[in-house]
């Protein structure tokens, strides 16, 4: 074919867009094969799946020791004083003066309170002036009957008007023991005007006031109440499986500790002084109480508070409760094992002290339990293990991974930075 022919074909526009297409497929080739080879060094750099550039993953481990550790059970439990009465009139009448501060501390026997006296001292002298009528009605009685009791034996009088002379005399003296016991129940009276303290303890509230007329027997006649704090009770509850290991291992000198809302110990334990004989229907639960000193007024009746009783001894490692795993299988941890190398175990773990748990079975001396890290450190991954840091102590050196803060680059770093 003649060129004339072909410029007449393809037109000299159509030729430029040509070399203009090829010229772009030739740098997409050249993009894909960069982009390949850079995917290829990010897999080389990347190592296998301990850590960047295949180095192990750095991991915290603790170093378990068994030893004997207290099992304790946690609950929470509410304070109550260890006696409360209420403080009642137990007469009628005006209340005149009241001897004491609300919310302070009194002592047994301490008075409280003032009832108008008057009425039943008036009741005590007529009291006495019948019980003293009585007596003379019976002196008078007696002398009858000595008189006639010799007449009687000579027939100088019938015997009849001697009996009835025995029977007035019999009379005389029951009547003398009536007014002898209005005489004492008149005096009681007089004595329940005076309110005393019945124990030591906190005094409540003052209900009736002064001026106000009390009515023994009624809601008028309480006046106020008194609780004993020293020492305090704590009521709690346990679980029936609880409370029979409570039972082996000597339940009646079981200790019990207080945590306050602080979270700090109190610095008294307690003791076990009340167990129920029954378990709750509903909970399982069996209601125990606790006796605690409380000479001063730390807890206050009707105080939640959180209990931790000790209930036992077992052989065991105690365990950051991060380094426990849970699945459909049980518990487990991880834990450094061969070629240092992530290796699961199986434990058994059923009771807490403080932050920690108590593992049982599963893990035996010098095993090293993984604490942190546990999402990279996957069954069979290299790690290099390294104990917990102390406050204060630096940082570890993290293997293969990224430098500390502060610490200075290096000199390939620089020389990148100032070209």
């Given amino acids: 074919m003649r060129p004339d022919t072909i410029h007449r074909q393809c037109p000299p526009h159509s030729i430029a867009s040509a070399r203009r297409i090829a010229l772009v497929g030739g740098a997409l080739l ?17 190592g296998g799946p301990g850590g960047p550039g295949g180095q192990a993953l750095p991991v915290t481990v603790q170093k378990v020791q068994l030893q004997p550790l207290p099992v304790t059970v946690e609950s929470v439990g509410q304070s109550e004083g260890s006696r409360e009465v209420q403080v009642r009139g137990r007469v009628s009448g005006i209340l005149l003066k009241q001897r004491f501060s609300e919310g302070d501390r009194v002592k047994a026997g301490a008075p409280l309170y003032q009832i108008d006296p008057v009425p039943y001292e008036i009741a005590l002298s007529q009291a006495k002036a019948a019980l003293a009528q009585a007596r003379a009605s019976a002196e008078q009685a007696l002398r009858e009957e000595n008189r006639l009791k010799p007449l009687a034996a000579d027939q100088a009088v019938s015997g009849r008007e001697y009996d009835d002379s025995v029977s007035t005399r019999k009379t005389a003296a029951a009547l003398v023991q009536a007014r002898e016991a209005d005489v004492r129940t008149a005096e009681l009276n007089l004595q329940y005007t005076h309110v005393y303290a019945p124990i030591s303890g906190i005094s409540g509230r003052n209900i009736s006031s002064e001026g106000s007329l009390i009515t023994a027997g009624t809601d008028s006649a309480l006046l106020t109440t008194i609780v004993q704090t020293d020492p305090i009770w704590v009521r709690f509850a346990v679980s029936e499986s609880e409370y029979a290991s409570l039972r082996a291992n000597n339940g009646d000198t079981a200790k019990v500790e207080l945590v306050m809302s602080d979270g700090k110990t109190y610095p008294t334990s307690g003791k076990l002084n009340f167990a129920a004989s029954t378990v ?34 077992v052989e065991g490692v105690l ?9 459909d299988k049980g518990k487990a941890v991880l834990v450094v094992g061969p070629e240092n190398k992530v290796t699961p175990k199986p434990v058994v773990a059923n009771t807490w002290q403080g932050g920690q748990i108590v593992v049982t079975k599963g893990l035996e001396n010098g095993d090293q339990v993984i604490v942190d890290n546990l999402i990279k450190a996957r069954p069979g991954t290299p790690v290099a293990p390294h104990p917990p840091q102390q406050p204060g102590q630096p940082g570890q050196p993290a293997q293969g991974g990224e430098p500390q803060k502060g610490a200075a680059p290096d000199e390939s770093k620089k020389a990148d930075a100032k070209q």
């Avoid at 050249?30 to 990347?46: N, T, Y």
């Avoid at 229907?281 to 807890?299: M, S």
């Fill in 280 to 313: 709750d229907r509903a909970l399982g639960t069996v209601q125990l109480r606790a006796e605690v000193p409380n000479p001063e007024l730390k807890i206050l009746p009707g105080q939640f508070i959180r209990t931790r009783l000790y209930i036992g001894q």
């Fill in 30 to 46: 050249v993009v894909a094969g960069l982009v390949a080879g850079c995917g290829k060094k990010d897999d080389k750099a990347a």
């Fill in 319 to 327: 365990v950051p409760q991060s380094a426990v795993m849970t699945n």
